[in-house]
C-alpha cells in the first residue's frame, strides 16, 4: 500500500487505487472505522426496555440494545467463550441473549448472566470478568453512535455544525418526533466511498434521474430543478457535509401559510376530514415532502431529504447500503402513508431513483478497473451564492464537488494519523 497522505490524495483528485486496492481497504477499516463515532441506529429502532437490533461499526458485527432501564449499549456480537454470535436476528425484543453454542447468556447491557455446567471452570471464575464487550456509546437527537475509542473526542463535538442541520432534518417529525417505518438493504458491487461521494452530487441528478423527474406532474418536476434553484454544498468539518437543493425548504417550520402544492391537497383534505385543524394540516403537509438537503456524515450515514441512507463496507469492492424510510411518530396515518409512497416512489427497491443511482456506482467501480494510474476527479465548483453558507466554511455552488473534497480531506487525515 502506497503512502495515502502523500501520495493518493490531493485537494482536487484522488487517486483510482482508493476504489481498487484491498490493503487500503483494509486500512481505512483500522484508522478510520474504529477510530471514528460510526452512526447504528436511530432511538426509534429501540421503541423500549430490552429492544434490540443488529449493525455493524465497520466490518464488525454488534448488538444495539436498549436495557430494562431504558440505557442505549452497542455489544459486539460474540460470545466471550468461544466467539459465536449471540443474536442473528434483524431487530426484537429480549431480555437475554443465549449463545447457541455452548448456552452463555448475556443481559441486554452485555452482563454475563449464566454459564452452563459452571463446574467445569475453577472456582475463582468470575462472570464479571467476561461481559460481551462493549463499545462507547453516545446519541444526539435520536441518532445513536458508537466508538471504539476511549478518547475520541464528545459525539457533539464530532458533528459540529452538522448538528444545526440534523435538527432541521428533525423537523419533519411536525411536532411529533420522527420514527422508523421500515428499512430494505441492497448490496452493490463497488467501493464505499463511491456512495459516500453520492450523497453531495447534484452534478448527476438531471442525468441519472431523468426518468424520475418524467414520472413526475409539472409543479413537482419544477421542485426538484436542483441546478436552478440557488442551492450549494457547504464543508461542515470533521468530513460532513451538506447539499441544498432546494432552499425553501431548509426549515419547514417556515413559510406555513404558502399554497399547500397540488400533490399534497387530497391527503390536506383528509387530515382536515379527522378533524385536525389548519396549523396542523399545513404542518404536517410541508413536513411530509421532506427536507430541502442532503446531510453526509463521516464516514457511514446521510440524512438524505427524507430518509436515512446507511453505507456499510464490505469488501473493497463490495457495499450494503440500507434505506430508512422514516415518518411521524405518532402522527396522522395518512400522513405516514404518504410518506412511504414518496419513498417507494425514489427510494424503494422498485423506485425510479435507487435503481438508477446503484447502476452508476457499479460502473464507477468497473470502470476503475480501466486505467489504475489515473485520477478521480473532484475539483468541480464555483462560488455559492453570497451569505447561504456559515461564514469561514468552505462552499460551492449546488453542483460543486465541495462535499466530496471535504470527505477526502477527512480521509487523508485519518489515514496519516
Not at 422508523?180 to 441528478?205: M, S, V
Request: proline share 6%; net charge negative; glycine share 8%.
Amino acid at each position: 500500500m502506497t503512502d495515502p497522505a502523500n501520495t493518493l490524495v490531493r485537494e482536487d483528485r484522488v487517486h483510482t487505487s482508493l476504489y481498487t486496492d484491498p490493503a487500503l481497504f483494509d486500512a481505512e477499516m483500522d484508522r478510520i472505522f474504529k477510530n471514528s463515532w460510526v452512526w447504528v441506529a436511530h432511538a426509534s429502532e429501540l421503541p423500549g426496555p430490552n429492544t434490540f437490533k443488529t449493525a455493524h461499526v465497520g466490518l464488525e458485527p454488534v448488538i444495539v440494545t436498549r436495557d430494562k432501564a431504558g440505557e442505549v449499549h452497542v455489544l459486539l456480537n460474540r460470545c466471550r467463550h468461544r466467539a459465536a454470535s449471540v443474536c442473528e436476528k434483524k431487530k426484537g425484543k429480549a431480555s437475554v441473549f443465549v449463545c447457541p453454542y455452548h448456552g452463555w447468556s448475556y443481559a441486554p447491557d452485555g452482563a454475563l448472566r449464566m454459564v452452563p455446567h459452571a463446574k467445569g471452570y475453577p472456582a475463582d471464575f468470575d462472570k464479571d470478568e467476561f461481559p460481551l464487550l462493549s463499545l462507547r456509546t453516545e446519541s444526539y437527537n435520536g441518532m445513536i453512535y458508537a466508538t471504539f475509542r476511549d478518547d475520541i473526542m464528545p459525539l457533539e463535538e464530532w458533528l459540529g455544525p452538522a448538528r444545526k442541520w440534523i435538527d432541521l432534518f428533525m423537523k419533519q417529525g411536525a411536532g411529533f418526533g420522527v420514527k422508523a417505518l421500515g428499512e430494505h438493504k441492497f448490496r452493490f458491487p463497488g467501493n464505499w466511498k463511491i456512495q459516500l461521494e453520492n450523497t453531495t452530487d447534484a452534478y448527476h441528478f438531471p442525468i441519472v434521474h431523468k426518468t424520475f423527474l418524467d414520472s413526475l406532474d409539472e409543479e413537482t418536476e419544477d421542485v426538484f430543478d436542483v441546478l436552478g434553484q440557488g442551492g450549494w454544498v457547504e464543508d461542515l468539518g470533521n468530513g460532513h457535509s451538506v447539499m441544498v437543493m432546494i432552499p425553501d425548504l431548509i426549515d419547514l417550520e417556515d413559510n406555513l401559510d404558502a399554497p399547500i402544492p397540488e400533490r399534497f391537497a387530497a391527503l390536506a383534505d383528509e387530515l382536515r376530514a379527522e378533524g385536525h385543524d389548519e396549523a396542523l394540516v399545513r404542518k404536517v403537509v410541508r413536513a411530509v415532502g421532506g427536507t430541502g438537503f442532503n446531510l453526509n456524515m463521516f464516514p457511514n450515514i446521510a440524512c438524505s431529504m427524507a430518509f436515512f441512507r446507511v453505507l456499510r463496507p464490505v469488501k473493497v469492492d463490495e457495499t450494503e447500503i440500507q434505506h430508512i424510510a422514516i415518518g411521524m411518530d405518532g402522527g396522522p396515518a395518512p400522513a405516514n402513508r404518504m410518506r412511504l409512497r414518496l419513498h417507494e416512489h425514489f427510494q424503494g427497491p422498485m423506485g425510479f431513483g435507487t435503481p438508477d443511482d446503484a447502476e452508476g456506482w457499479e460502473r464507477v467501480q468497473r470502470g476503475a478497473q480501466a486505467g489504475q494510474d489515473v485520477w478521480i476527479m473532484v475539483n468541480r465548483g464555483v462560488a455559492a451564492p453570497d451569505g447561504v453558507a456559515e461564514p469561514g466554511h468552505n462552499a460551492g455552488d449546488v453542483s460543486s464537488e465541495t462535499g466530496m473534497r471535504a470527505a477526502y480531506r477527512m480521509w487523508k487525515r485519518m489515514m496519516e494519523a
